[in-house]
């Protein structure tokens, strides 16, 4: 699949759902521990962090099962992924190396690869080379193509014969609901047109908000792997950029999400994101609407819906649809919660509520949020620093939650606290680039140079 290679730079990686849990990761893990000598226990471990986007263990794992020099072809699709989106592209142009030695078996899904990392050495003439291609290979899949455009615009600038012909090719995937990666192609045009939704009212949002995705600081070390810096008129081009004759608008694009026929409500939450865009007076309209469509759903869909809420400032309807009682059941649908609590300020609730442990949340996110909502409320400083601690300390060796501990520390100028977790997570993966510049970004922020 494209989104385990890494290919899939604007879908996220969904959540582990249905087989893929929680317990199958720790029991691999266990199992390759107990068990070092197998390689098979080694190699589960890492497939299953690359399939669930944990590219910076997975590439560990990955490292491990080089060591007994016996990878396999899809083996070294999945390491190269990894590689890339840790930025250790010398690791990854070994493996990409290996599997365009192939031949007549060089498959689309190699030789995009080779693409993104042209991109990551920014070489965009090479990087195009490899998209075009792609999209020219009769072998080539749906999501395959898909990526290879999406490609060709990161490299290259919107007034190009190359940028526009790949566009439309995005846009006639997206027409065709028979496409398998058609949904994927609207999503990806939706988010092309400047969706931010309209911004709060004074007093109705804190400017914290309990979110678990990393700094810009680590954002820059493992960029999307279609995501690059050069481009062919040698002007800085991202694949945010429209074409100037952009023919699908939004009201087309909305209308095609919504009746998708594999839509889920994430998908018509932004096809109402989209509307309110185009006409904002309708706003109080458009979420009346999705509150009476979503709000009676399962935790899937209230999830989405408090989400979308909570980006329009409504925390107020949040808490209306969700109580305590519905949202422990959920670790995204409490997070939500806690989201919609903190914008209203009510800091005395979201210190109760976490204290209470009534739900299911990783210990890590628990202590590190306590100490956010500790410190707004005026705690002592002891108590503040006691959670920090209490994170780090459930955080482990894990560079996944050390990086996220860290992130969620800088935003909330618990710098000590961010520089400390920056260092062990160093420790617990001297490659992870991005704990490194972790740590330069708060140097020069504090004006430390000579350390930086």
Do not use: C
Request: glycine share 6%.
């Amino acid at each position: 699949m494209v989104a385990a290679l890494g290919i899939a730079v604007y879908f996220a990686v969904p959540p582990i759902r249905g087989a893929i849990k929680d317990w199958q990761s720790r029991r691999l893990a266990h199992q390759a521990v107990a068990h070092p000598s197998e390689p098979e226990a080694v190699r589960a471990v890492a497939r299953l962090r690359s399939r669930t986007g944990q590219s910076i263990t997975a590439f560990e794992w990955w490292n491990r099962v080089d060591e007994e020099r016996r990878l396999t072809i899809e083996d070294r699709r999945d390491f190269a992924g990894a590689a890339l989106a840790v930025s250790e592209l010398a690791t990854a142009g070994k493996q990409i190396d290996a599997l365009l030695a192939r031949g007549r078996d060089v498959a689309p899904l190699d030789i995009l690869l080779a693409g993104q990392l042209a991109v990551r050495r920014k070489n965009p003439l090479l990087a195009v080379d490899y998209a075009e291609r792609v999209m020219s290979d009769n072998r080539a899949k749906p999501y395959e193509i898909l990526s290879a455009a999406i490609l060709v615009l990161s490299v290259t600038t919107p007034e190009s014969a190359a940028h526009i012909s790949a566009w439309k090719r995005i846009e006639d995937v997206a027409r065709d609901p028979g496409n398998a990666a058609s949904l994927d192609a609207l999503v990806f045009l939706a988010n092309q047109q400047s969706l931010s939704p309209a911004r709060p009212t004074a007093g109705n949002q804190s400017s914290t908000s309990f979110e678990l995705g990393v700094p810009g600081s680590q954002k820059s070390v493992a960029p999307s792997s279609l995501t690059g810096e050069a481009s062919l008129s040698l002007a800085q081009s991202k694949a945010t950029s429209q074409p100037a004759a952009t023919t699908m608008g939004l009201p087309e694009i909305a209308d095609a999400l919504e009746k998708h026929p594999n839509a889920r409500p994430y998908h018509r939450l932004l096809a109402f994101q989209l509307r309110v865009r185009h006409d904002p007076a309708l706003t109080d309209e458009y979420i009346s609407q999705a509150v009476e469509r979503f709000g009676k759903g399962d935790d899937e869909t209230l999830s989405a819906l408090t989400a979308w809420l909570n980006s329009f400032g409504r925390a107020g309807k949040t808490l209306e649809l969700v109580d305590l009682d519905r949202a422990v059941r959920n670790q995204a649908l409490f997070l939500q919660y806690i989201n919609a609590l903190t914008a209203l300020e009510r800091w005395d609730e979201v210190k109760e509520t976490l204290m209470s442990e009534r739900f299911a949340i990783e210990p890590v996110f628990q202590h590190m949020f306590l100490a956010t909502a500790l410190s707004h409320l005026g705690g002592e400083a002891t108590a503040i620093t006691n959670e920090w601690q209490r994170a780090l300390e459930a955080a482990g060796n894990n560079s996944e939650k050390l990086l996220a501990l860290a992130g969620y520390a800088e935003r909330n100028r618990a710098n000590d606290v961010a520089d400390a977790t920056y260092i062990e997570a160093i420790k617990s993966a001297p490659k992870n680039r991005a704990a490194y510049v972790g740590r330069l970004h708060l140097a020069m922020a504090a004006g430390h140079t000579a350390e930086a």
